[in-house]
């Protein structure tokens, strides 16, 4: 809990850093701001935490295992070639999504017996996640088509920003997105504490 409080301040600071000035990549709307801090809390801090304070079947210790792992590993690369070679495009990043994707279904068939037989906040979770990767790769693919390589150099743009009607679509997207997953996110959360 004290860590969730934690990395919530932290990304409503990033948050507010991003949008005071001008800052490489650009303002970030609330909508992809709560994106973005779901993304991050959920793949890179909320499943390593849940796989290591319990026992997990198969399709879920080794899906949410990958997909975190390689979330961790693109982290580290997205970060350099955003911040120091600045030649990130949203074609990498949906390559790897759909990568990651692909593994992750892939160990949940492998498990499917224990997905099957798994609770139903587990299962909604598990499916939580899968959509999650869907629909960052359609959003790297909508942006992709309004800003092409805009994303690489020192001016680059990496966020959707309100002011800007050409993204009003992405937003309303996200948004009703956020609104599911921060739900299923909330339930399992709750769920896993229960029980």
């Known amino acids: 809990m004290i860590g969730t409080i934690l990395s919530a301040l932290l990304g409503f600071a990033i948050f507010w850093r991003q949008n005071k000035g001008e800052r490489l990549g650009g303002p970030i709307a609330p909508s992809k701001g709560l994106w973005l801090y779901w993304t991050i809390y959920v793949w ?63 160990f949940y068939v492998y498990g499917h017996q224990s997905f099957i037989s798994a609770a139903w906040w587990v299962q909604a979770f598990a499916i939580a996640l899968v959509i999650s990767l869907s629909v960052e790769i359609w959003y790297a693919y909508a942006f992709l088509k309004l800003v092409r390589e805009k994303t690489k150099g020192d001016k680059a743009i990496w966020y959707a920003s309100k002011e800007d009607p050409q993204f009003l679509k992405i937003l309303r997207v996200t948004t009703a997105f956020n609104i599911l997953l921060y739900g299923v996110v909330a339930i399992f959360i709750w769920q896993f504490g229960v029980n």
């Not at 079947?57 to 997205?78: K, N, Q, T, V, Y």
């Open 44 to 106: 890179f801090l909320f499943i390593p935490y849940t796989l290591l304070t319990d026992q997990w079947p198969d399709a879920f210790l080794w899906g949410w295992g990958f997909l975190s792992l390689s979330m961790w590993l693109r982290g580290i690369a997205e970060m350099y070639m955003l911040f120091v070679s600045k030649n990130w495009t949203p074609k990498i990043g949906i390559s790897h999504d759909f990568f990651t994707l692909a593994g992750l279904i892939f």
